[in-house]
C-alpha cells in the first residue's frame, strides 16, 4: 500500500494490508537533528527529507497560524493583549489573507505525490485555547476567563472565521488528509480548564470550524501534551475524532483510552524516555503497544520529539523496530 492509504486506512479504524503507517509525527528538536547530522546525516539534507532517508514514510505538515508578519515584527509590548481595546489594537496585525499563498508553491510541489498516494498531507490550525494564551500571556490568559469574557470570545470568533477561510483557501490546492488544532491545554494531571469553561469558550468555535473540515474530507485531531484522558468525552462531543501524542510520561495509558473509546483515532503513545535505553527496552515498550496497534485507529509514533540524548545508532535501532511491529500488527 501506499503511505496515503496506510494513514487514512488506519486513522479510519482499519488496518492497513501491508504494515501500518511509519511516522515520527512532530519535526525533531533542533539539538536532535544537530545530533543525527554530526552522527552521518547528510549536513545539507532538509529536515522533512530526513524522515525518508531514516526509513519513515513521507508526510508533510504545513503550520498556519493567525500571527502575520507585521506581528512577529512588532515590539513585544505592541503585541501584548490585556483586554478588549488592547485586542482591537493588536488585531491590525493579525489574520493575514496571504497566509496559504506564501505557501503555494510548496504545497502544489506536493500535490501529485499527495494526489498518487506517496505523501499524506495535514495541516495545523491554531485552536481556541492555545491562540488566546499567546495573546494574554499563560497567566492572564486563566484569568481571562473570568474577568475579560467578551475578549475572549471576540478573539475565538475572529479566530473562527480566520480558520475556515484558511480551509478553504489550502483546499482550492489540495484537500488535507487530517489536521489538528494546536491547543496543548492539559498537563501531567489532567487538563487545563472545567468542563464549563471548555464548553463556554471552546466548543461553539469548533462546532463551526469542523463541519467545514469534514466537507473536505478532513480529519479533525487535536494536539494537547499532559494527561488528555479526562477530555476526551470533551472533544468527541465538539466533533473531534482523535488526538495525539499521548505522553506517557503523564501517564496515559492508550489502552485504556482505546478500551473505553475505541472510535477515537491516535497518534503517538511511544515512550521517549525508553528510545536511549538499548534494544531491549525500546523491544518492550513496542510489545506493550503491539496490542492496540492490533485494534485500528492507532499510529504509534514517539509521544513528542525525539529528545537530543538518543544518538543516531539508537534511533535505527528504533525506526527497525517500528518496521517490525507495524508488520506484526497486521498479521
Known sequence: ???????????????PDDRLPMIEWAGWWDKTLDRFRKEGVPADMPPDEVREYLGLDMVRQFWIGPKGAAFRNAPEADRKVFDMNSYLRVREMLYPKDAVDVRREKIEALKELHDS??????????????FPRTLF????????????PETMHRINSDLTDYNIYIIEEFCKIL????????????????????????REFLLPYYKKVIPVLKKHNIIPMVDTDGQLEDMIPWLMEAGIEGALPLERQAGVDVARMKEQFPDFKVIGAYDKMVMNRGEEAMRAEWERLLPV????????????????????DEYRIYIRLMEEYCKKAVE
Open 175 to 198: 484537500e488535507p488528509d487530517f489536521m489538528t488544532f494546536a491547543e496543548d491545554m492539559s498537563y501531567n494531571l489532567g487538563p487545563m480548564l472545567s468542563y464549563d469553561l471548555f
Open 137 to 148: 500571556g499563560i497567566e492572564g490568559h486563566l484569568y481571562a476567563f473570568y474577568d475579560e
Open 293 to 312: 496497534m492490533k485494534k485500528g485507529g492507532f499510529i504509534p509514533s514517539c509521544d513528542h520529539q525525539t529528545p537530543p540524548g538518543v544518538s543516531l
Open 117 to 130: 498516494g506517496d505523501a499524506a498531507i495535514w495541516i495545523t490550525l491554531e485552536g481556541f485555547f492555545w
Open 1 to 15: 500500500m501506499k503511505n496515503r492509504d496506510r494513514i487514512l486506512r488506519t486513522l479510519n479504524l482499519g488496518l
